[in-house]
């Protein structure tokens, strides 16, 4: 087809014409009366998508038929089915007189959910399968006003039970750990039921931190304070051991005071605090401490008028550590907390996520919970009793302090980093 001296392929028409507005106007019209006109608008982007869309994605689709089903009228609610049919996720909408479906293939949902869930669904029946995306995207749609409350909670622990069960298997044991007989072994042990996670600094929240605490002190608060931490850490300037406030102060002399006290915020213990409460999203987890042997290193490299700072922290189980596992075992992450406390925020803690926020919901959630009868995961969520506790951790910063510059401090990201380690989940 030719328009305007410009070549239109076939199948290129085919799609124009699939994605019409009469092919959503024609849906529109049979089920207008169980939105209400007030939704047209909205009514018609979800019909597109998840209908007409050939770009949409299966995740988006999903999102979006489970949208559309739930701003529909009570009585209407029922006519919208999602199934799966050989590798095939359906969306169907009956009319009573015919009905209008979509497929798409379920195999980006599965990746997704095992990505997210180490849950692998592709050993799931058809029915079971459907029943868990069902309950999937309850968590999505539902809202966390009482109203919905009581229906997300239960998807949300039919979720978790599905995950206890498909990974019911044995996972870090304390008598297994004991019979041991030496540190090695009982380390290696450790190792290969524990897994690494990363936090992401926000470098713009931490320097703002750094600074706002610097304000706060006077110097001769901050001198005292850092005169104490120096006996507890290996600090260099330019290679050279400094283990007394007076030879650092001589090694920072070109600075003044409002100049020296910045970096003194750097070498403080505080500074580990203040890297907790800088992730870019809130991990509760990682904002936890490990109870376990701690090595702190501070490397300060000076040529001209720049500062650089390698502040480390990094906390590893160590032989004299072994009596603490045992006393903290039952409280040790383990059994899928990781992934359920990431489900539980991404669905029921408004963003941006703060500790208050989460210690409410989870308040909210544990009120909810009594009303039933205890189960395997009745005390999923014990945040209060500080369940989760790290195996290891480290804290590496590198930070940059020119006192000729603008921004003064800055902090490199490719070489920051926040790892931690816990039992696997």
Known sequence: ?????????????IKLSDNSPSNVMSIWEKIKDWFGFSQQKKVLTLIKNVYLNQEATTLEKNKDFFHLKKIAGEHYKNNFKCGVDNDEIFYRIDFGD???????SIIPFIEAVKNELNLDLKKYNNEDLTAFINNYYKLSTLSNEKIDYEKKTIAFRAILMECIDANDKQGFSLD?????????????????????????????????NIYDSANQHEYKELRGQVEKDI?????????????????LEEKLKL??????????????????????????????????????????????????????????????IAESDIEKVN???????TDFDYNSMNLYMKNFVDAPVSK????????????????????????????NQKRFILLEENMN????????????LSISTNESKVEYSLLKS
Do not use: H, W
């Open 231 to 247: 006996q507890r850490y290996d600090l260099k300037f330019n290679n050279e051991s400094i283990s007394d406030i007076t030879s």
């Open 397 to 408: 910063i590198k930070f940059e302090f020119n006192p000729d510059l603008m921004k003064k």
């Open 356 to 383: 208050e926020k989460l210690e409410v919901a989870l308040n909210q959630y544990e009120s909810e919970i009594e009303k039933r009868m205890t189960d395997s995961i009745g005390d999923k969520f014990n945040y």
């Open 1 to 13: 087809m030719i328009i305007s001296n410009a070549n239109i392929s076939f199948d290129k028409v």
């Open 98 to 104: 015919g009905f209008i479906e979509s497929k798409k």
């Open 176 to 208: 297994i750990f004991n019979a041991k007989e030496s540190f090695n072994n009982k380390y290696e042990y450790l190792k290969e039921n524990s897994e690494k996670y990363f936090g992401k600094i926000n470098t713009k929240k931490l320097i703002d």
């Open 255 to 316: 600075l003044n005071n409002k100049d020296t006290m910045v970096i003194f915020e750097l070498l403080n213990q505080g500074i580990f605090p203040m890297i907790k409460d800088s992730f870019e999203e809130y991990d509760p987890i990682a904002s936890m401490y490990s109870p376990f042997t701690g090595k702190t290193s501070v490397n300060i490299k000076n040529e001209g008028n720049l500062y650089t700072i390698i502040v480390n922290n990094k906390k590893e």
């Open 327 to 333: 006393q903290l075992s039952d409280f040790i992450l």
